[in-house]
């Protein structure tokens, strides 16, 4: 019998564990848990819970057993070098709004992986489709109850699935409606489009999402974004709810949601978005109303608990632009266009007129309604860097924001820290953007 296919790569062991007196090394493959395959580490968690465990290990091309015993407190002593054993399971759907169909070419090759993994959305809290589920998959997920899982469901009605999921929408359906009758527990988000799944529509999906409560644990909705290189949105151009009155009637349709759920269980269950609270002009929800903020990374509730965060550190920045010199205008806050006025009214607040400026940054590179500060490019960053320090005429400290880095401290179009700055030739700070890095770029030029 040919060998199993190496699946689960050891990392390293840890130095007088079990695994390592077992003989198992860094560079080991385990392929089986006491018969059984292993697919990524939620497989070899659930297979290797009990106090014996024989491995299928493969060394060197070798095939060969290995039994561990261990006591209830001790653990293996293994570590993985990937979490994902047979590669991440992909979208194979044709949504009309998806974002990495709108991305031009030359950025980091991680941004175009169109993730649809249901162990991802259990560990990490990303949303998937349910498309590409079989009955092996929903079965697995039932029995090692990987839950909550984080679906884009976006529509009830078959035809509104169809035109936004494409051929293979139904499938996704299916497999919510088993896995919410087995108990399995889900955050829904719902992208909205004009004129496709709003309205009477999104009426119809949040009363077929409240029949499957309490496995339906909240529903996001947030509203579609779009780039200048999208050509439409399910064959109409494309369009959001940048405009006032249309963000106004999205709140008004939820909140009656909102209300009869905190009515009946005292969780608001359905959140909207930040962009719909600000292009509408209306205030936020209180803290409460969040619900503990389950959808946060889904940009619900990231504007209210940045302005919670310096409501708690009020004083402190109080006192600390209370020490730069009034009229030097020696900072200078990069931020994308969607916050500028949640920013003015900030540092407003704060007394931090004529010593703080803001630099609202266009998003040219995506241009459509692309407007977060997230979604920054290290390319309009420099530009606006460059354009606001020739027509300035004083010297400042520009200071930008960390959460346009991902881990590797790359900006989407690959640009490093000290790369700004090199083509801007300014002073740059770097930090977060919370009441922290607002303190901490007092202290920069304070010093």
Same mark, same amino acid.
């Given at each position: 019998?040919?060998?199993?296919?190496?699946?689960?790569?050891?990392?390293?062991?840890?130095?007088?564990?079990?695994?390592?007196?077992?003989?198992?090394?860094?560079?080991?493959?385990?392929?089986?848990?006491?018969?059984?395959?292993?697919? +990524?580490?939620?497989?070899?968690?659930?297979?290797?819970?009990?106090?014996?465990?024989?491995?299928?290990?493969?060394?060197?091309?070798?095939?060969?057993?290995?039994?561990?015993? @261990?006591?209830?407190?001790?653990?293996?002593?293994?570590?993985?070098?990937?979490?994902?054993?047979?590669?991440? *399971?992909?979208?194979?759907?044709?949504?009309?709004?998806?974002?990495?169909?709108?991305?031009?070419?030359?950025?980091?090759?991680?941004?175009?992986?169109?993730?649809?993994?249901?162990?991802?959305?259990?560990?990490?809290?990303?949303?998937?489709?349910?498309?590409?589920?079989?009955?092996?998959?929903?079965?697995?997920?039932?029995? #090692? *109850?990987?839950?909550?899982?984080?679906?884009?469901?976006?529509?009830? +009605?078959?035809?509104?699935?169809?035109?936004?999921? !494409?051929?293979?929408?139904?499938?996704?359906?299916?497999?919510?409606?088993?896995?919410?009758?087995? /108990?399995?527990?889900?955050?829904?988000?719902?992208?909205?489009?004009?004129?496709?799944?709003?309205?009477?529509? $999104?009426?119809?999906?949040?009363?077929?999402?409240?029949?499957?409560?309490? #496995?339906?644990?909240?529903?996001?909705?947030?509203?579609?974004?779009?780039? @200048?290189?999208?050509?439409?949105?399910?064959?109409?151009?494309?369009?959001?709810?940048?405009?006032?009155?249309?963000?106004?009637?999205?709140?008004?349709?939820?909140?009656?949601?909102?209300? @009869?759920?905190?009515?009946?269980?005292? @969780?608001?269950?359905? *959140?909207?978005?930040?962009?719909?609270?600000?292009?509408?002009?209306?205030?936020?929800?209180?803290?409460?109303?969040? +619900?503990?903020?389950?959808?946060?990374?889904?940009?619900?509730?990231?504007?209210?608990?940045?302005?919670?965060?310096?409501?708690?550190?009020?004083?402190?920045?109080?006192?600390?632009?209370?020490?730069?010199?009034?009229?030097?205008?020696? $900072?200078?806050?990069?931020?994308?266009?969607?916050?500028?006025?949640?920013?003015? !009214?900030? $540092?407003?607040?704060?007394?931090?007129?004529?010593?703080?400026?803001?630099?609202?940054?266009?998003?040219?590179?995506? !241009?459509?309604?692309?407007?977060?500060?997230?979604? $920054?490019? !290290?390319?309009?960053?420099?530009?606006?860097?460059? *354009?606001?320090?020739?027509?300035? /005429?004083?010297?400042?400290?520009?200071?930008?924001?960390?959460?346009?880095?991902?881990?590797?401290?790359?900006?989407?179009?690959?640009?490093?820290?000290?790369?700004?700055?090199?083509?801007?030739?300014?002073?740059?700070?770097?930090?977060?953007?919370?009441?922290?890095?607002?303190? +901490?770029?007092?202290?920069?030029?304070?010093?």
């Amino acid at each position: 019998m040919a060998p199993m296919k190496p699946q689960g790569t050891v990392r390293s062991v840890d130095a007088g564990s079990i695994a390592e007196r077992a003989g198992i090394g860094a560079g080991d493959h385990i392929v089986a848990v006491n018969g059984a395959p292993l697919r +990524d580490v939620f497989d070899w968690l659930w297979h290797s819970d009990e106090d014996r465990a024989e491995l299928t290990v493969i060394s060197d091309d070798i095939e060969r057993t290995v039994l561990l015993e @261990r006591s209830a407190d001790q653990e293996w002593g293994i570590e993985f070098d990937e979490m994902l054993f047979d590669g991440t *399971h992909t979208c194979k759907n044709a949504c009309a709004f998806c974002f990495m169909d709108q991305l031009p070419d030359g950025l980091r090759s991680s941004l175009y992986l169109k993730d649809d993994d249901y162990r991802l959305s259990f560990y990490e809290g990303n949303f998937v489709t349910l498309t590409n589920l079989d009955d092996d998959d929903i079965d697995r997920i039932i029995t #090692q *109850h990987l839950s909550p899982l984080y679906v884009s469901l976006h529509a009830a +009605d078959p035809e509104v699935r169809s035109r936004l999921l !494409g051929a293979r929408h139904a499938r996704g359906l299916e497999a919510f409606e088993k896995l919410a009758h087995a /108990g399995i527990e889900m955050h829904v988000s719902i992208v909205l489009v004009p004129g496709i799944n709003d309205g009477e529509v $999104l009426d119809e999906t949040l009363e077929y999402l409240s029949t499957f409560r309490p #496995q339906v644990l909240t529903v996001g909705v947030v509203p579609v974004a779009y780039t @200048r290189f999208t050509e439409d949105i399910a064959g109409q151009e494309p369009s959001s709810f940048n405009d006032q009155s249309a963000a106004a009637r999205v709140i008004e349709q939820v909140q009656t949601y909102q209300f @009869r759920s905190r009515k009946e269980t005292e @969780r608001t269950w359905v *959140h909207l978005a930040d962009e719909f609270y600000i292009y509408a002009q209306a205030p936020f929800p209180t803290s409460e109303w969040y +619900d503990g903020y389950p959808q946060y990374e889904n940009g619900i509730g990231i504007v209210h608990t940045y302005i919670e965060d310096i409501r708690e550190h009020f004083d402190e920045l109080v006192a600390g632009f209370a020490t730069l010199k009034a009229g030097s205008e020696i $900072l200078t806050i990069v931020t994308g266009e969607l916050t500028r006025d949640t920013m003015i !009214g900030t $540092l407003s607040a704060l007394e931090a007129g004529g010593k703080v400026r803001l630099l609202p940054v266009v998003n040219r590179f995506f !241009g459509g309604n692309v407007n977060v500060t997230g979604l $920054l490019t !290290g390319v309009d960053i420099a530009r606006a860097i460059c *354009h606001d320090s020739e027509h300035f /005429g004083k010297e400042t400290n520009y200071v930008i924001p960390w959460s346009i880095f991902n881990d590797d401290e790359l900006t989407l179009d690959g640009y490093e820290p000290q790369h700004i700055a090199e083509q801007t030739d300014a002073s740059c700070i770097f930090v977060s953007d919370d009441a922290q890095g607002l303190l +901490d770029a007092i202290g920069e030029v304070s010093s």
